[in-house]
Nanobody, 115 residues
Framework: QVHLVESGGGLVQPGGSLRLSCTAS????????MRWYRQAPGKEREFVAQ???????DYADSVKGRFTISGDNAKNLVSLQMNSLKPEDTAVYYC?????????WGQGIQVTVSS
């Protein structure tokens, strides 16, 4: 069973930055992809960003140019650098990872953008 742990959330003012990290443990494989999703109150969970095992990245239109996903496939970890944060970025952010033999979600971490 792969276990994902997110860190780095918190409260930040509009225009500020936060960096989320996600570490996977319990797999003997390297990840196939790792993603970030988010869910705001009263809304469905939505895709934010993806990093594949070949270092291909993808972003939701709403975060392009502001968020950057990076990671280390050998260490099974991924980070999400979030800049120019807006109140509408407020949500619980979830790490999601796929391995050759498993698929896992983290518990989620709160990000609040407010003055």
């Amino acid at each position: 069973q792969v276990h994902l742990v997110e860190s780095g959330g918190g409260l930040v003012q509009p225009g500020g930055s936060l960096r989320l990290s996600c570490t996977a443990s319990g797999s003997r494989f390297r990840f196939t992809f790792m993603r970030w999703y988010r869910q705001a109150p009263g809304k469905e969970r939505e895709f934010v960003a993806q990093l594949t095992d070949t270092n291909v990245t993808d972003y939701a239109d709403s975060v392009k140019g502001r968020f950057t996903i990076s990671g280390d496939n050998a260490k099974n970890l991924v980070s999400l650098q979030m800049n120019s944060l807006k109140p509408e970025d407020t949500a619980v952010y979830y790490c999601n990872a796929a391995f050759p033999d498993s698929y896992s979600w983290g518990q989620g971490i709160q990000v609040t953008v407010s003055s």
